[in-house]
Nanobody
Framework: QVQLVESGGGLVQAGGSLRLSCAASGRTFRSYAMGWFRQAPGKEREFVAAISWSGDSTYYADSVKGRFTISRDNAKNTVYLQMNSLKPDDTAVYYC?????????????????????WGKGTLVTVSS
């Protein structure tokens, strides 16, 4: 099992940057593939970014590619999402998630509710 706690959300102006963190605890953290998802008010959850357990492979939704960067530091049991050039459309609750099923960003993109473990989310608000 693993527990996930997100932090770093807040209010930022369009064009600004934020860095989200996800602190993980549990006996199998270093074996989990991880991802970031988001859910805007009144909309369904969507996939944002994925990273393999080693950090060697990453994948991004087209909407954030080139602006967001996912990374992880297994020594610190933490995964990050660096968000640059933020837009009002990025406003959402951002969730960190983990799975024991392996790194499969295509599946995560198709089913953004299928991860095994979820944090409670951190709110990002981008003003125009």
């Amino acid at each position: 099992q693993v527990q996930l706690v997100e932090s770093g959300g807040g209010l930022v102006q369009a064009g600004g940057s934020l860095r989200l963190s996800c602190a993980a605890s549990g006996r199998t953290f270093r074996s989990y593939a991880m991802g970031w998802f988001r859910q805007a008010p009144g909309k369904e959850r969507e996939f944002v970014a994925a990273i393999s357990w080693s950090g060697d492979s990453t994948y991004y939704a087209d909407s954030v590619k080139g602006r967001f960067t996912i990374s992880r530091d297994n020594a610190k049991n933490t995964v990050y999402l660096q968000m640059n050039s933020l837009k009002p459309d990025d406003t959402a609750v951002y969730y960190c998630a983990a799975t024991t099923a392996g790194y499969n960003p295509y599946s995560w993109y198709r089913d953004p509710y299928g991860m095994d473990y979820w944090g409670k989310g951190t709110l990002v608000t981008v003003s125009s």
